[in-house]
């Protein structure tokens, strides 16, 4: 059966109320406006890169348009809901297999940064920079992490933490900027954590880092990472793995300069 809007409309409103502690319908209906505006972007797009955004009231209304229709297609795919490993008791906290799905394609609020596809939602973190006063322009190579969503199956995609041969890669030749360490690996968390094909997720990172770093040489490698669409559906190669590179500038002219690990 085809929901009504009506019957939309009551469940955002009583979940609503219940979780910002009030019943003031003003509130609700601005939350709803302002979702109801903002324009469908990329899915390995940040609301913030089109120049938009969503308050946390307004970010919560598009987790309960969610919540709702993932419910309809629990239905759709004869799951009762009423099974206790998937029903939905608001009254002791449990948000059910509907909100939990919901919640993990959004983030439990916009600052949320670890859900899987937080990333289309949070401010980008700052890439702190500084001045190159020793004229240094010696290789800087960092490995970190990340956990990212196959854009087509929205699937994680990452390292395999038993796997020593998954690894991140970000490396760069300092000219005028030296770039804050830790930075880089908090920036790779983030735009990851979005839907992408790898190609392009490696092409992203690489390009930033070039903006940011105000380099031309750039070497981002994401080696051995695991696609959860490969191993547990179609294939279903839990051995296989993908490795794409993006290298620009001396990088790529003089493969040297790349230390055989990471190459």
């Not at 004869?78 to 490993?85: A, L």
């Not at 948000?95 to 394609?105: E, L």
């Not at 854009?151 to 005028?176: C, K, L, M, N, W």
């Amino acid at each position: 059966m085809v929901p009504t809007q009506e019957e939309l409309d009551a469940f955002v409103r009583e979940r609503f109320f219940c979780h910002f502690g009030h019943e003031d319908e003003t509130a609700l209906a601005r939350a709803v406006e302002e979702y109801r505006a903002v324009k469908a972007f990329r899915v390995n797009e940040n609301i913030h890169e089109t120049g938009q955004k969503l308050s946390e009231e307004g970010h919560y209304v598009m987790r309960l348009y969610a919540m709702f229709y993932m419910g309809q297609m629990l239905d759709a795919l004869k799951i009762d809901r009423e099974d206790p490993n998937v029903m939905e008791d608001s009254a002791c906290g449990n948000i059910g297999t509907a909100g939990r799905i919901a919640k993990m394609y959004t983030g439990a609020v916009p600052e949320d940064e670890r859900e899987l596809m937080s990333g289309r939602w949070n401010p980008e973190p700052r890439m702190a920079t500084f001045p190159n006063n020793a004229k240094t322009h010696e290789p800087v190579f960092v490995t970190t992490q990340l956990d990212a969503v196959c854009s087509h199956h929205f699937i994680r995609f990452g390292q395999d933490q038993a796997d020593t041969g998954s690894v991140v890669v970000v490396g760069y030749i300092p000219r005028e900027k030296l770039g804050g360490i830790s930075k880089i690996n908090r920036f790779v968390n983030w735009c990851a954590r979005r839907g992408w094909l790898q190609e392009d997720l490696t092409r992203y990172i690489g390009k930033k880092i070039m903006q940011v770093f105000e380099t031309d040489s750039v070497y981002v490698g994401l080696f051995n990472l695991k696609h959860g669409c490969t191993a547990f559906r179609g294939a279903c190669d839990i051995n296989a793995s993908t490795s794409t590179t993006y290298v620009t500038g001396t990088f790529e002219k003089d493969r040297s300069l790349i230390p055989l690990k990471f190459q």
